[in-house]
């Protein structure tokens, strides 16, 4: 068999949380097989899954009839919808000769498609298939967007939040803080004034 090389970077498949909460919360409750859509936005070599559509279905435990004039009421979201989605329940993740047949039915009317399909162990596969080009991409990674937010925020807390460092000044014997207004000797404690070694005893 040939090797095949891209020459342009792999897609970038990401979810808002809010999608992959939905996504993974059908998964867990569905006792038998589910399917579901998603709306991408493009941009670039960048595809999010913005939201989850659960359409009206019939299911057993092997598959998913989706009620066509259910689809009808997506119809204002059909430049959108460009993701496929089902669980194999406890069954693994590879997916089947339906699944491929049922890829072939976007070839038409769409230049791409997104096709994940998981199970109640969290194991996915994720595959691109670019109609244009004639290529499907295999075994991706998706991304969680709330996660990059997390780490953007955690470098620019690193970079612009300090924690505060109270260094002392010693006026001969004794020491005090920038921030105390005042220092203790013994049992007395004393105002100090102007960071000098004037010391006038509170009252």
């Known amino acids: ?3 095949i090389k891209l020459l342009c970077p792999e897609p970038t498949i990401k979810f808002t949380i809010e999608a992959f909460l939905k996504q993974q919360t059908l998964i867990q409750i569905a006792p038998a097989e589910v399917t579901w859509l998603g709306v991408v936005e493009k941009i670039d070599n960048l595809y999010i ?24 009421s997506y119809a204002h979201l059909s430049e959108k919808i460009r993701f496929w989605g089902h669980s194999h329940a406890n069954m ?9 047949q049922t890829m072939n039915l976007f070839s038409d009317s769409c230049s791409y498609f997104i096709r ?16 244009q080009r004639l290529i499907v991409i295999e075994g991706l ?17 690193k970079e612009k939040v300090k924690e505060k460092v109270y260094k002392p000044i010693y006026l001969g014997l004794h ?4 921030d105390s207004g005042y220092e203790k000797i013994g049992d007395e404690t004393y105002e100090l004034t102007e960071l000098t070694s004037k010391r006038k005893k509170k009252k």
């Open 49 to 72: 899954v913005q939201d989850i559509i659960i359409p009206k279905q019939e299911v057993s435990s092997t598959s998913c009839e989706i009620d066509p004039e259910d689809l009808v």
């Open 175 to 178: 020491n005090y803080s920038y």
């Open 92 to 100: 693994g993740v590879t997916p089947s000769y339906t699944d491929q």
């Open 1 to 3: 068999m040939a090797n």
């Open 116 to 131: 994940y399909v998981a199970n109640k162990r969290n194991e996915y596969s994720l595959d691109f298939f670019d109609y």
């Open 141 to 157: 990674k998706y991304q969680i967007i709330s996660d990059e937010i997390r780490k953007e925020v955690e470098i620019e807390f």
